[in-house]
C-alpha cells in the first residue's frame, strides 16, 4: 500500500501534470480547500484545451484509484494502532473507517470537477458549489485521518508490548 501510495505521488501525478497542465498553471482545484464557481472556471480556463483533457484524463484514470489508495493505508495504520490498544470497546473500532470519509468526500470532488471539465465553457454553478463543499470534507476527514494515523504510529513506536 506504500508503494501505490509513493508510486502515486511521485510518479504518476507528476507525469500527468507535466503531460497534460500548461508551464503556469499552480494548483489543481482538488488540491484546494475550496473554491468559489469564478475561481473554478478561472483555473479550468487557465488550463486550455489541452489541460482540461490532460486533467479529465487524470481525475477518471489515476484519481478514482487513489482515494482508495490513501483511505486504505491511512485506515492500517489507524488498524493497528487501535489493535496495539487491545480494547474490546466497539467505539474504537470504527475509527479507522474515518478515511473511507475522506475518500468518499475525494470522490464526490471529482465527479463535480469532471461535470465543470464536461460542460466547460458553461459555467456549472451547482457541480462547482458541490464540487468545493466536497473538497473541503475531503480536506477535513484527512487531517483528521493523518492525526488519528500519527498517534496510532506514536502507540505503535513507543507504547507497543516487548
Known amino acids: 500500500m506504500v ?14 501534470a507535466a503531460r497534460f497542465g500548461p508551464d503556469d ?7 484546494m480547500f475550496g473554491f468559489t464557481v469564478c475561481e473554478a472556471f478561472n483555473h479550468l480556463q487557465q488550463l486550455g484545451n489541452q489541460g482540461r483533457k ?10 478514482t484509484l ?14 493497528a494502532g487501535i489493535k496495539k490498544m487491545n480494547t474490546s470497546k ?5 475509527i ?9 468526500f475525494d470522490l464526490l470532488e471529482n465527479a463535480g470537477i469532471m ?5 466547460f465553457p458553461e459555467k456549472t454553478s451547482l457541480a462547482a458549489w458541490l464540487a468545493s463543499i ?23 513506536l513507543f507504547f507497543s508490548k516487548k
Not at 115 to 119: D, G, P, R, Y
Request: charged share 5%; hydrophobic share 65%.
Open 25 to 31: 498553471f499552480k494548483q489543481p482545484l482538488d488540491l
Open 96 to 104: 479507522n473507517l474515518i478515511p473511507y470519509f475522506a475518500a468518499f
Open 115 to 119: 461535470t465543470m471539465l464536461i460542460s
Open 66 to 79: 487513489y482515494p482508495l489508495v490513501y483511505s486504505t493505508l491511512l485506515a492500517l495504520i489507524i488498524s
Open 90 to 94: 466497539p467505539n474504537w473500532k470504527v
Open 54 to 63: 490532460g486533467y479529465l484524463i487524470t481525475l477518471v484514470f489515476a484519481d
Open 134 to 156: 466536497a473538497g473541503m470534507l475531503k480536506w477535513s476527514f484527512v487531517a483528521i485521518s493523518v492525526i488519528v494515523a500519527a498517534g496510532g504510529i506514536v502507540r505503535l
Open 3 to 16: 508503494s501505490l501510495q509513493l508510486a502515486f505521488f511521485f510518479f504518476l501525478f507528476p507525469f500527468l
